[in-house]
């Protein structure tokens, strides 16, 4: 089992490990039983997942000798909401959770945000742990202490900092994931490779093979990569206030392009269409090649992304969407754009009209 630490070194007991291997469910009760932070703990899952996984895990954890309990929440993006917190929140009430009880995150991306949410206001915050199930998660979203819900207004517009005690990545999980949720999930170790690592850029070109068949091997060394990637950069700027915004390579289009499309579009393949979009808009502004842009074209296609925008979706609406997005800075927007293949740049002075047609231009 790898294991890596996260050194937030301005409040030490913020720091904590990611411990990456496969079936180490038994491993990771004992991590938790031996936890001062445990001595109730609450798994929070979706209806899906915890159908899935949740008996099995209730299980290996009860048999550690820990007080667990189990609360669900139904599956979709739609229940990242004020009143799926709120009914959350309702349920420990009634299981009698206090400050000294800790909450579970099972599942993907949304469980993960909206557990930490509750984590980080239920009396005032509470201890969580990350127990990602999808790829999307595993590789980002469970890392980096991000937590948040959705506005009618765009996504993750309530939310806070909130650091996990610890995140546990069991690979066995992805064994259960169908091929367009695998898929998703590429996206975001694409990103490290396109922002941060063209060495894991070139792995990933030359193992589509390994990708598809799922190899457990060359999969693990590309999570364990990712996550290296992410948690360096967390250490870097815990906040999102310097180098991290990087991490948004892609997503600033991505956010708008899930949204409007009622998310039919998932968020794995609204990002890769954003990579898209920021690395034309790239091109179209003189910054990166015309053979680095079909590149990562290349490489979101050849692993079975999208990479064009519907034309269904209109693109002053999705234009509009970007306005609200939560990292716009008064009248700027600033968005990540590349020179090159492992050099990424934030620009907040981009013409309007630039990327309107940088949108239309990818329409089909």
Not at 55 to 69: A, Y
Not at 133 to 145: E, H, K, N, R, Y
Not at 257 to 278: D, F, K, L, P
Not at 310 to 335: C, F, S, V, W, Y
């Amino acid at each position: 089992m790898n294991r890596i630490r996260v050194n937030l070194d301005t409040r030490a007991s913020c720091s904590y490990d990611i411990f990456i291997g496969r079936d180490i469910l038994d491993r990771v009760g004992v991590l938790l039983h031996k936890s001062h932070r445990s001595k109730h703990l609450v798994i929070v899952s979706d209806s899906k997942v915890g159908l899935l996984h949740g008996p099995k895990v209730l299980e290996t954890l009860r048999s550690m000798d820990l007080k667990v309990d189990l609360i669900q929440f139904p599956e979709g993006e739609s229940s990242k909401s004020f009143s799926t917190s709120l009914a959350l929140v309702e349920e420990l009430i009634a299981l009698g959770a206090d400050r000294h009880s800790s909450l579970l995150a099972l599942g993907g991306g949304v469980v993960g945000d909206l557990t930490g949410f509750i984590a980080s206001i239920y009396m005032r915050g509470i201890p969580f742990f990350q127990l990602p199930t999808t790829l999307m998660a595993q590789v980002d979203s469970s890392i980096g202490g991000k937590t948040g819900i959705d506005l009618p207004a765009g996504k993750n517009l309530l939310g806070t900092f909130y650091q996990p005690q610890a995140v546990f990545i069991d690979l066995a999980f992805l064994d259960t994931l169908n091929d367009r949720e695998f898929n998703s999930g590429l996206a975001e170790i694409l990103k490290y490779g396109i922002i941060e690592d063209p060495e894991l850029f070139r792995s990933l070109s030359e193992g589509i093979s390994s990708i598809k068949q799922r190899n457990p091997v060359f999969l693990e060394r590309v999570i364990t990569r990712s996550c290296r990637i992410k948690k360096r950069i967390v250490e870097m700027d815990e906040k999102e206030s310097g180098l991290r915004r990087i991490l948004n390579f892609g997503h600033t289009f991505g956010h708008a392009i899930e949204a409007e499309s009622g998310y039919t579009i998932s968020h794995g393949e609204g990002v890769a269409i954003g990579m898209v979009c920021a690395a034309a808009l790239s091109e179209r502004l003189d910054h990166l090649s015309a053979a680095e842009r079909e590149k990562i074209e290349a490489l979101i296609q050849s692993v079975g992304l999208p990479r064009t925008i519907p034309h269904n979706l209109a693109t002053k609406a999705l234009i509009e969407r970007m306005g609200k997005d939560k990292k716009k800075e008064g009248q700027k927007l600033p968005l990540v754009l590349l020179k090159k293949i492992g050099l990424p740049f934030i620009n907040g002075t981009v013409p309007e009209e630039i990327v309107e047609e940088t949108i239309e231009a990818l329409k089909t």
